[in-house]
């Protein structure tokens, strides 16, 4: 089976990632107003909303309101919630409220990046991973293994195609369902997203393959196009573009932006159940939300 057949078989799962655009805000948003956002996006019809993270407050200070905020969202059966967890305290948190589906880890290949991002080298969250992996399973959640900086990165560390799969052939042996190929901060060429993308498909034909790319706008087309071409039919994004991982010390390299995305992937193939009053609602809250 290779790459491109393996993604025709699989429906498309479009993922909000609206805690990816509020974490590095930098004016606090009210509880209230993320409920009334967070409550919009779920109408939507997306697959899976990236809602809040369980880290810690003084790391992410904008979700430390994450447990508040979800007991006021109106939760369905069309979309599940996934919440980011940085290492075992956060995923018993997580793991303890029935409404999240998925616990998310951001896994980098850059030594710094980890260090930077979840106070771990690599090989100690690895670990963390295992014992994750772990709490999922007894609580009958999925783990999500978002690859940061696996297109490369910018503090000189080594980085090569090799070593990325290396460690994501390591993860995938765990247990771990999801994994997501992340171009934290937006490196990556269309060439590069397309041949890891698809060797990461073809490698592991038994696991979930996303990608969460981070794009200016001049590439960012060229990357959604390379990531559909190598059969990958997950996609993670956030409305108007925003985002980026504070940890990275670096100008935030924004998210592909959601209407982007969708545009695109209506061109390839039919992509049913979302609700465009929603949508057109959801673009206006956060036209207001992300305004400084």
Sequence with gaps: MN?????????????????DAMQGWPVFIPTEKKIEYLNALLQVGFHTLDFGSFVSPKAIPQLADTAAVLKGLQVNTNT???????????????????????????????????????????????QRVAEIQRICEQSQKQL??????????????????????????????????????ADT????????????????????????????????AHNRLAKIEAAWQAGCRR??????????????????????DTEWLISYLEQCEELSGLNKTALAKSVNLANEIFTL
């Design 235 to 256: 996609f993670d994004g956030a409305l108007k573009g925003i985002g980026g991982c504070p940890m990275a010390n670096d100008d935030l390299v924004g998210n592909i």
């Design 185 to 216: 901060v937006g490196l990556a060429t269309p060439e590069q997203v397309l041949e890891m993308t698809r060797y990461v498909i073809s490698k592991l034909p038994h696991n979930e393959i996303g990608v969460h790319l981070h794009s200016s």
């Design 3 to 19: 790459a491109g057949e393996y993604g025709k078989k699989k429906a498309i799962q479009l993922i909000e990632c609206p805690r």
């Design 80 to 126: 599940k919630l996934l919440a980011i967890v940085a290492n075992e305290r956060g995923a018993s948190a997580a793991a303890a409220f029935d409404q999240i589906s998925y616990l998310g880890f951001p896994f980098s290949v850059s030594e710094t990046f980890q260090l930077r991002n979840t106070n771990s080298t690599i090989a100690q969250s690895l």
């Design 144 to 181: 999500v293994i978002y690859i940061s900086m696996g297109f490369g990165n910018p503090y000189g560390d080594p980085y090569s195609p090799e070593i990325v799969f290396d460690w994501v052939n390591k993860i995938a042996s765990l247990g771990v369902p999801i994994i997501s190929l």
